[in-house]
C-alpha cells in the first residue's frame, strides 16, 4: 500500500493515512506495528510503500484470523523491513511481473539503475536484490553497470546489506566480481571496521560474511586480518574468525586463542566460546592430520 505516516499510535505500532491501493485493498487508516529502530526513522507526512500482514493462518484448524498484536510490517528479500519511500521508479518496479521482465528487459534496466544510484540504503538494497533475482537483466548489463555495482560494494559509506549480498550472490556479475575480487572487499570490510560491535546492527552479519569468504577462499596471508577479530566485544564473530582461521589451518591459532584467554578483561560468554573451539580444535586435527 502506498501510505502517508501520521505519527507514533502505541508502543512499537506507527500509524498511517493511505494515499493509494498498490496491490490488496487496504483501510484508509492503518496501525502497522514496527521496531523502536525503524520508528526512529520516519517522518510524519512522509508518504511510503510498505508490505505489511493482517491475517495469520492457523492450518491445523484450516482457519484465517486477525493477527494478534495488530498488522505488522514484513520483510522481504532486499527489503527488512518492506518498508521504502515512496516514488515513481519504486511503484513501477513493483508493477512488473516475472514475464514482462522476459519480454521487455530493456525497459526495467533505466529503473534498476536509477534505484542503484540512490543514496537510501533500503533503495540500494531493494534494486540490486530486484537485479540479482531477475536473471533475465542479467544479460542486458554493460560494464559501466557492473563497474558501478561494484563500486558500490567497495562504498564504505553504502548499505552494509550491498557487499553482504554480493559477496555471496554477485556471480550474476561475472568475472567484474569474481572471488579475488570478492576476497579483496571482505579483506577491506574486516580492515576498516571496528571492533566494537552492536550485534543489533547490520555490520556484525557484513562482518561474519567476510570472514567466512576469506576462510573458504582466502589464504594464510589473510590470517592476520582474521587474528584480529579475536579481539572483539561480539561473541558470534568472534567464533566465526576462530572457524575461518581453522579453515585456513593456521599453525600460529593455538598460540593466539591461548593469549585471547590470558586477557584481563573477557566476558564469560567469550571465554567459554574459545575453551570450547579449542577443543574442536583438537578434534580436528586428529581426524585431518595436521
Known amino acids: ?78 527489503a527488512a523491513p518492506a518498508l521504502l519511500a515512496d516514488s515513481p521508479e519504486l511503484r513501477e518496479i513493483l508493477a512488473w ?38 536473471p533475465p537483466l542479467h544479460k542486458h548489463l554493460n560494464d559501466g553497470d557492473r563497474e558501478q555495482i561494484v563500486a558500490l560494494a567497495f562504498d564504505p559509506d553504502a548499505s552494509p546489506y550491498v557487499p553482504r549480498f554480493l559477496i555471496q550472490h554477485g556471480d550474476f556479475l561475472g568475472e567484474a566480481f569474481d572471488h579475488s575480487v570478492r576476497s579483496e572487499l571482505a579483506r577491506s570490510i574486516l580492515r576498516t571496521h571496528t571492533l566494537q560491535q552492536d550485534q543489533a546492527t547490520l555490520y556484525p552479519l557484513l562482518i561474519r560474511t567476510a570472514m567466512h569468504h576469506l576462510g573458504k577462499h582466502g589464504n594464510a596471508g589473510d590470517a592476520p586480518l582474521l587474528k584480529r577479530w579475536l579481539r572483539s566485544n561480539n561473541v558470534a564473530l568472534v567464533e566465526e574468525a576462530m572457524e575461518s582461521l581453522g ?30 573451539y579449542q577443543r574442536r580444535l583438537l578434534a580436528i586435527r586428529d581426524k585431518q592430520g595436521w
Open 247 to 276: 579453515f585456513l589451518r593456521i599453525p600460529e591459532m593455538d598460540h593466539w586463542l591461548k593469549e585471547e584467554l590470558s586477557q584481563s578483561l573477557n566476558s564469560q560468554h567469550k571465554h567459554q566460546a574459545i575453551k570450547s
Open 1 to 78: 500500500v502506498g501510505a502517508s505516516f501520521v505519527g507514533q499510535s502505541g508502543e512499537h505500532q506507527a500509524t498511517f493515512e493511505k494515499v493509494q491501493d498498490l496491490h490488496s485493498e487496504a483501510p484508509e487508516s492503518i496501525a502497522l506495528r514496527i521496531s523502536p529502530q525503524v520508528m526512529q526513522q520516519l517522518v510524519p507526512g512522509r508518504d511510503y510503500v510498505i508490505a505489511y500482514i493482517a491475517y495469520s493462518t492457523q492450518r491445523l484448524l484450516q482457519k484465517v484470523e486477525e493477527r494478534k498484536g495488530g498488522p505488522v510490517v514484513i520483510n522481504l528479500p532486499g
Open 97 to 134: 511481473d516475472l514475464d514482462e521482465t522476459v519480454t521487455s528487459p530493456t525497459a526495467l534496466m533505466p529503473l534498476i539503475r536509477t534505484g542503484l544510484t540512490s543514496q537510501d540504503w533500503q533503495y540500494q538494497n531493494f534494486f540490486l536484490t530486484e537485479l540479482a533475482l531477475r
